[in-house]
Nanobody, 115 residues
Framework: QVQLVESGGGLVQAGESLRLSCAAS????????MDWHRQAPGNEREWVAR???????GYADSVKGRFTISRDSAKNTVYLQMNSLKPEDTAVYYC?????????WGQGTQVTVSS
C-alpha cells in the first residue's frame, strides 16, 4: 500500500505563489503516476496535473503555464509549484498515486487565494 501526505497549502493574495508537497511512503515502487487534483466548494473534484513514473508532466488547460509539477525521487516527494495564483484556484488540493491495481488519495491541503 501507498500512503500520501500533502503539505504546503495556505492563504495567499492573487498573483503570489505556493508550493505544495506530497510525500509518499509504502509501496512506492508500484506507482505508475502521481496526480494533483483540486476541489472547490460546490464543485466536483478536477484534475490539475500529472507526472508519470518516467517523469512526463501533463497539465489541465486552466493551470498550464502557471503550475509546474515535479518530483524528488530521493525524497519520494512530488511537488506542485503554483505561480500567478488566482482566486479561482482556491480549493482543497489532493495528490493521488496511481498503481497497477489501486489508487491512493492524500488527505488534502487547503489553498485560499484572496483577491
Amino acid at each position: 500500500q501507498v500512503q500520501l501526505v500533502e503539505s504546503g497549502g495556505g492563504l495567499v493574495q492573487a498573483g503570489e505563489s505556493l508550493r505544495l508537497s506530497c510525500a509518499a511512503s509504502g509501496s512506492i515502487g508500484s506507482i505508475l503516476a502521481m496526480d494533483w487534483h483540486r476541489q472547490a466548494p460546490g464543485n466536483e473534484r478536477e484534475w490539475v496535473a500529472r507526472i508519470t513514473s518516467g517523469g512526463t508532466p501533463g497539465y489541465a488547460d486552466s493551470v498550464k503555464g502557471r503550475f509546474t509539477i515535479s518530483r524528488d525521487s530521493a525524497k519520494n516527494t512530488v511537488y506542485l509549484q503554483m505561480n500567478s495564483l488566482k482566486p479561482e484556484d482556491t480549493a482543497v488540493y489532493y495528490c493521488k498515486a496511481i498503481g497497477p491495481r489501486s489508487i491512493t488519495w492524500g488527505q488534502g491541503t487547503q489553498v485560499t487565494v484572496s483577491s
